[in-house]
């Protein structure tokens, strides 16, 4: 039997601040919903360089953030203060100044003596925020590489076929990594991906592209039960049909 399809609501921002504020607008939907109905919201965000500017202006919603546990759906496996780590780039940015830095933020703990080691400790972690068989977040902020991956999923490596964890380890653009699993990434309630420039036009016409295996484009292992949301500028998506 063929998995049924994913459905992508695709959203084109005209301009950095409004691709920004569409992101942060998202995001902020997400864990008011959530709040609406448990005590705590659980969201898991992207690295990289495309939601620096995203994150800073979530910082500014006026959210009980206070209830909200920030999680990083990969890391790069380097010190906190790492110029290439995602959660000294969250501190940089979400996490800087009042009301989000009251937020409660769960880095990936990238100080154990090994990949795997660390890979463990965070899935124990999430055990406890996310109970249940399998970890859902309430937002789940995904990334697109030019290559097809999300999160830490790269194509041509194992991460993409781990299915039986929430939490492995990986390899990318020359770094040791920890991400969250296909099935974690694809359990969120709201799913959305955040894709900029001209060289994600490949990327994000194959995401979107109904036949496109995942072993060539791992972003598609993403399959919510729910409409994914894909905020894209007008350079990533220039080559779809209709834009
Ligand atoms: O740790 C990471 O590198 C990210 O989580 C990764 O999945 C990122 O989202 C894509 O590589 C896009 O990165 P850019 O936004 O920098 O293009």
């Known amino acids: 039997m063929t998995e049924p399809s994913t459905r992508y609501q695709l959203i084109v921002a005209t301009s950095p601040e409004e691709l920004a504020r569409q992101a942060a607008e998202q995001i902020a939907a997400g864990i008011d919903l959530a709040l609406a109905e448990r005590d705590r919201a659980q969201i898991a965000l ?12 979530l910082a500014e919603e006026h959210l009980p953030w206070e209830r909200v546990d920030v999680l990083l759906g990969d890391e790069r496996w380097v010190p906190a203060d790492d110029p290439s780590s ?9 996490l800087a100044h ?23 400790a965070y899935a124990s972690e999430l055990a406890v925020l996310c109970p249940g068989a399998l970890p859902r977040f309430d937002v789940m902020l995904l990334g697109l590489g030019d290559d097809g ?4 999923l790269f194509p041509g490596t194992a991460a993409p076929g781990v299915l039986d964890r929430p939490v492995t380890t990986g390899e990318g653009k020359g770094l040791p990594r920890i991400t969250l699993t296909a ?5 969120a309630r709201r799913v959305i991906f955040l894709v900029s420039g001209a060289g994600k036009r490949q990327a994000l016409a194959r995401l979107l592209d109904p036949v496109e295996p995942a072993e060539r484009t791992p972003a598609r292992l993403v399959r919510p039960a729910g409409v994914v949301v894909i905020l894209a500028d007008a350079a990533a998506a220039a080559d779809l049909p209709g834009t």
């Open 46 to 57: 992207s690295g990289g360089e495309t939601p620096r500017a995203a994150y800073a202006r």
């Open 86 to 94: 995602n959660a000294r780039m969250l501190r940089e940015t979400l």
């Open 98 to 120: 009042p009301p989000a830095s009251h937020a409660r933020f769960h880095p990936v703990p990238t100080d154990r003596p090994s990949p795997q080691a660390s890979a463990e």
């Open 149 to 152: 991956h999300t999160a830490s």
């Open 183 to 187: 099935p974690v990434l694809s359990a």
